[in-house]
């Protein structure tokens, strides 16, 4: 597997190797000794979540102020604009981000650490998108930053105005939202 840190360097580009011939391909999605060899991190993912999203439809950004959440996320089926956005405030990249194409024809993953609002826009037709977490959802603590936050100014490559929850369109602006220390 090849780990690239993106411009924020907790934030890690993970393609794995894949075998591939007429047949199709294979590619191991995670393993435990190679994913600590190649980004020194020792992780215990507690969770799997699995998604699935229409084109056009936005989730985020999302994060858990208490139980934070590390996720390795990728998409399986189609094409998502992946974003991690910096909400540790003592970090000198509060407040940026930093937006991947996570794609079925691409394999990558990306690495989220706790501390960061994550989301992501789907560009293809459908997309399933699955992630693994270090810790438990916890909803009583689950918060939104608005995807739109002019403060953040996010370049979603997406045309007119997204699908959003309920929940996501009552995100928060970064300036009020509770930030990690």
Not at 76 to 81: A, K, Q, T
Not at 110 to 115: A, K, R, T
Request: negative net charge.
């Amino acid at each position: 597997m090849q780990v690239t840190p993106a411009a924020i360097p907790d934030v890690l580009i993970i393609e794995p190797k894949v075998f591939g011939d007429a047949r199709g391909f294979f590619f191991e999605s995670y393993n435990e000794r190679a994913f600590a060899q190649s980004t020194g991190l020792r992780l215990n993912f507690v969770q799997d979540n699995h998604s699935r999203s229409a084109r056009g439809v936005l989730r985020g950004l999302h994060y858990q102020i208490r139980q934070p959440q590390g996720k390795l996320v990728r998409v399986v089926r189609g094409s998502v604009f992946d974003v991690v956005v910096d909400l540790r405030r003592s970090s000198p990249t509060f407040g940026q981000w930093v937006g991947v194409e996570l794609s079925e024809e691409n394999h990558r993953q990306l690495w989220v650490p706790p501390g960061f609002g994550h989301g992501f826009l789907v560009t293809s037709e459908s997309a399933d998108f699955l992630y693994k977490t270090t810790d438990y959802y916890a909803p009583e603590h689950e918060r939104c930053i608005l995807w739109n936050d002019p403060a953040i100014g996010i370049q979603w490559p997406v045309e007119g105005a997204p699908q959003l929850s309920g929940k996501d369109q009552q995100g928060k602006l970064l300036a009020q939202a509770e930030t990690f220390a």
